[in-house]
Every structure is written in C-alpha cells, then in structure tokens.
C-alpha cells in the first residue's frame, strides 16, 4: 500500500472534529459545469459525471480510466468542490430544485443521516442495482445508507477503522513495552485502561514529552466507539443525557487535568510541529490518519511509530456514493456507483490511496489482508483495521452530528485542554453553544 496523505479522508476528519476546511480538489460547482449529463458526449457515448468534495481518490486511483476501457461506450467526468462545508449545502439544494446535479453525488459519513431521512425518495435504490449485494458490506455501513423502509440510497466507500498509532521509542524511555501485541494488551476493552497507561507514561516520559496530543482527540475516538452518541433510534438530541458521552467527556477532560496532553489542536500547524517534533507518544488514528502522520513526522519518525489496537472498535470518517432521480442516465450510473464500489474496486482504492474498505468481502483481497506498512514497522495494518471495522458499533447517526462534535471539541474541550477551564465549565460552554446551534 502507498502510504501517501489521504487528503480528502485528513481534511474531512478535520471538519467532523474540530470544523477545520477541507483540503484539495478544484471549487468547481457542478451546477455551473453542466454536471447534470445530457447523455451523450457528440459521438455515441454516455457522458457519466461525478460530484465529489475534496480529493476523492477515485480519478487518482485509476479507477474512472479503467471503467472507460472496460465500457468503451461511456464517458466519465468528475467535478469537485474543494470544501464539504459548501458542497453539501448545495447538493441539498440541487436534489430540491432537481436540477444541476451530477449523474452521481457523494456524501460524507456526517451527512448521510439527514439525506436518507429527508432525501431518500430523490434518489435511486441502489441496494437493487446489478451486483450489488448487502453481505459484501459491513453490516454497520450498509445500514447507514439504508432507509427504515429498507431503500439503499448509498453505497459505501470508505470508512474510518481507529487504532492507536504510538511512538516505541518513546514507550521504551517511559519503561512500557514497545511490541504491538502487548501494548495493544495494555489498554484492551476499556479506555479507562488508556487513560492508566497515560499516567504510567507520565512517570518515567522523557521531558516535554505527554502521552497523547490533544484531550478532544481522546474524546472523538471514545464517542466513535459507541452505538448511541448524539442521537437515540428515535431520532432526539439525547448527547445531554446520554451516560456515554459524559462517560467520554469526563475521560477526556481528565486526560488534560492529569497533564497526559500536549494541548494541541487537531489539523492545526502546532499538532503538525508536535509530530515533526515527537512531542506526544500516541494518537487515535484511523487507517486514513498513517499518510497524514508519515507526512508531518518525516524521516526521523520511520519505525519510531507503530499502531495497535484501540481500546474499543470504532469508526472516525468515511463517505458514500448516491445516485439521483433527477438525472438522465440513473440506470448507467447506478452500474457504475455500484461498480466503483464493490470489494475490488475499493481494495484498489485502498492500495492506491489509503482510503479503507467498507466492504468486508475485500478483507481477504491480498492487497489488504496482506498490506503492511514499512513506515510503522511493517505494521500489518490490513489485518488490524479489518478487525477494527468489523468490531465497530452500527452506530446511530443524527443529522447535527457534525455540529454536535466541533462545539464539544471546539468550544469545550478546547478550553479545559489550554485554559484550564474546569470540566463543568467547559461542559456547559459547549451546551451553550450546540443548544444555540440547534435552536434548543
């Protein structure tokens, strides 16, 4: 596997958590580009376009190219609008009004709540679309593209598998064991138990050194592990009472009130300096996060990093592919949304660009049961996110959840983090803020 920066998967993730833009891609509205086809490209051909946000990673992995040599007659044309906060807003508005969409629209994992409440009957059923079957999926996937009526609405792409990257030598200075297996032991079911590996770290860390980068991350990747977050199976707000998220606030919170933290933010230049500068021992990091972290910390970084198993399986990202009624060519497009994302397809995705599978059945593809990365100590990385995102909750999503998640980051945890605001302060900081959000 290439272990090139996942820039659509690191910039998204960055919006999910702590409302950073995305990163890449040309701001091209697919409205102004003549996205929806007209069906022919002027010699015989069916024209195909794809709206995306971001580097996608479909055209980079060849994919587009090697569908037009398979099916001479089609035409494949992509347009992407750099970042989701201003593509989303617009495809809402295309799929109302019917027009200016493209053959095929994507969907970022945040957003796939309110499109298949709100927008299922404007697109395809794509759980009916030739050769597409629900046992290649995860199961947890597959249920978020699905309406309660049982339409398929999206297939998915990628996803977010989460381990925990961390820096051997840095465990090995602290007194902790440095193979994976054993460290993956240390911390195994529980993320109370991360939290006592913190405050062992703390006792015998080199100076200047903290556990882990930021007390929002903790945060993100223990919410991410959970069923119930933001939302219940009925749909209501429920983060206020829900015991998870508190459970996950107040271990995060004491990540930064026990000095286990570096008090970065995430995406931002100071987190980028703290990896360049081997300032904190671990990460939550999912699959996508390996490129990112071989970008920032270099060649003095390789085979000082290596990844083991979260505490608990969870997922951090990930999008999926729609296909709406309003276009011209759904029954082609429907063909090559489920095309592009099938086992194999999406095992290319992964070699060529990091993005992980959501399809379980291109687990045993060797090219991911058998990926390892060079940069983490030849870290069987296929085998550890697989068994990641098959343990992963069907987690309930909402349709606020993004804004749920950056208020909690931003507004809260950031404060007790690099202000010292007490928990309870910063807990009502951010209920303050998400309830004016969502005008509660």
């Not at 272990?3 to 659509?8: G, I, S, V, Y």
């Not at 002027?42 to 794809?50: D, E, F, H, I």
């Not at 398979?70 to 617009?90: A, H, M």
Request: hydrophobic share 40%.
């Amino acid at each position: 596997m290439r272990t090139t920066t996942r820039t659509r998967a690191v910039a998204l993730a960055a919006v999910v958590t702590l409302g950073v833009s995305l990163l890449g891609g040309c701001a091209e509205d697919p409205g102004e580009s003549g996205a929806s086809s007209g069906g022919g490209d002027g010699a015989g051909k069916t024209t195909l376009t794809v709206g995306v946000f971001g580097v996608f990673g479909l055209k980079e992995a060849g994919l587009y190219d090697e569908y037009m040599e398979q099916n001479p007659d089609v035409v494949i044309k992509q347009t992407s609008i750099e970042r989701n906060e201003n593509y989303y807003p617009q495809l809402l508005t295309h799929l109302g009004s019917g027009s200016g969409l493209a053959d095929i629209q994507a969907v970022e994992v945040n957003n796939i709540a309110e499109i298949v409440a709100t927008q299922s009957d404007k697109l395809v059923d794509l759980g009916k679309a030739p050769g597409v079957s629900k046992d290649a999926y995860l199961d947890w996937k597959w249920q978020q593209g699905t309406t309660k009526d049982g339409a398929t609405v999206g297939l998915g792409t990628d996803i977010g598998p989460q381990g925990i990257c961390y820096r051997k030598d840095l465990f090995e200075k602290a007194g902790l064991p440095t193979d994976r297996e054993a460290v993956g032991k240390l911390w195994a079911g529980d993320w109370e138990k991360y939290l006592e590996v913190g405050k062992e770290f703390k006792k015998k860390a080199p100076e200047g050194k903290a556990f882990v980068d930021s007390a929002a991350g903790v945060m993100a990747a223990v919410t991410g592990s959970y069923e119930e977050r933001f939302y219940d199976k009925s749909g209501e707000v429920v983060y206020k009472s829900n015991p998870r998220v508190k459970e996950a606030w107040d271990l995060a919170a004491e990540f930064a009130t026990e000095g286990l933290t570096a008090k970065l933010q995430q995406f931002q230049p100071t987190w980028d300096q703290g990896y360049a500068n081997g300032t904190f021992a671990t990460v939550s990091c999912p699959a996508w996060m390996l490129g990112y972290i071989k970008s920032k910390a270099g060649e003095k970084g390789a085979d000082q990093w290596d990844v083991a198993q979260a505490p608990k399986p969870g997922n951090w990202g990930g999008s999926f592919l729609t296909v709406p009624k309003a276009g011209k060519n759904t029954e082609e497009a429907a063909e090559l949304a489920a095309w592009l994302t099938a086992p194999e397809q999406q095992a290319k995705l992964f070699d060529q660009q990091g993005s992980f599978p959501s399809a379980s059945a291109a687990y045993d593809l060797p090219v991911v049961a058998g990926s390892k990365s060079a940069y983490f100590d030849d870290a069987p990385i296929g085998k550890i996110f697989a068994k990641a995102a098959e343990g992963a909750p069907v987690q309930i999503l909402g349709p606020k959840d993004l804004i749920i998640a950056q208020n909690l980051a931003d507004v809260g945890m950031l404060q007790v983090d690099q202000k010292g605001t007490s928990p309870e302060d910063g807990w009502k900081a951010a209920v303050k803020a998400i309830d004016n959000a969502l005008d509660q």
